[in-house]
């Protein structure tokens, strides 16, 4: 009994650690959609955990109903697991989710494979997943690490990592020990200007070594 109790606390105060906009945690438990999703979950883990599988599928439904958000019955979630907004998340059966991680409306860890067995995405400790991203397969998001907004992840991805893109492109950053997740999602670099910048300059290299050719 005590560690549901704790396990409570930890999803309540993930959601006041996370969200500017909380102010207490009554608001929290009345209002939050994204922790009534969680709470849900852990239920019908359990139910599906002890047999009870068609029980558990029928109130991941209704909590499909009420909350928006679709978590199967048998996907592993960590302690302090944070959905902000979390309207259209889809987690599959085989997603495996670690401690301390955020995601945000719109997200899927989804499948690729008509396979039984592990077919959905394994999110290591304190990753953040950014609006209306798409983990897809059997795969590995590491630890630290943030996925840009609607970024499209089908390959690993190592740990202190920054996806961005489609398909995501993995842009490295310095470790650091976070005790709380890194939620700066205006500090996402822009890949694609990136490479443009780049091939800019690699033309007008070209063009200055033809014209000292030239002139010689």
């Known amino acids: ?10 999803d309540i105060h993930a959601a006041l650690e996370r969200d500017p906009a909380a102010r207490n945690s009554l608001e929290i438990i009345l209002c939050y959609a994204g922790l009534h999703a969680i709470w849900n979950h852990r239920i019908t883990h359990w139910l599906w955990q002890h047999q009870l599988r068609l029980l558990a599928r029928w109130m991941a439904q209704i909590n499909r109903f009420f909350t928006g958000i679709e978590i199967h019955p048998g996907a592993v979630i960590g302690q302090g697991f944070f959905i902000d907004h979390g309207m259209g998340v889809v987690i599959g059966e085989t997603s495996v989710i670690g401690n301390n991680v955020t995601i945000y409306h719109g997200v899927t860890l989804g499948g690729v494979s008509l396979e039984k067995g592990k077919r959905h995405p394994t999110i290591e400790d304190e990753v953040v997943i950014g609006a209306g991203a798409k983990i897809l397969g059997n795969i590995t998001v590491g630890s630290q690490s943030r996925i840009g907004a609607n970024a499209v992840v089908v390959k690993d991805i190592p740990p202190d990592s920054v996806v961005v893109g489609v398909p995501g492109r993995i842009m490295h950053k310095n ?16 890949v694609i200007s990136q490479q443009i910048t780049d091939l800019t300059r690699r033309i007008e290299l070209l063009e200055q070594q033809d014209t000292t050719v030239r002139s010689n």
């Open 175 to 190: 470790h650091v020990n976070m005790h709380v997740p890194d939620l700066a999602h205006d500090q996402l670099p822009d």
């Open 1 to 10: 009994m005590g560690n549901i109790f704790q396990t409570i606390r930890n």
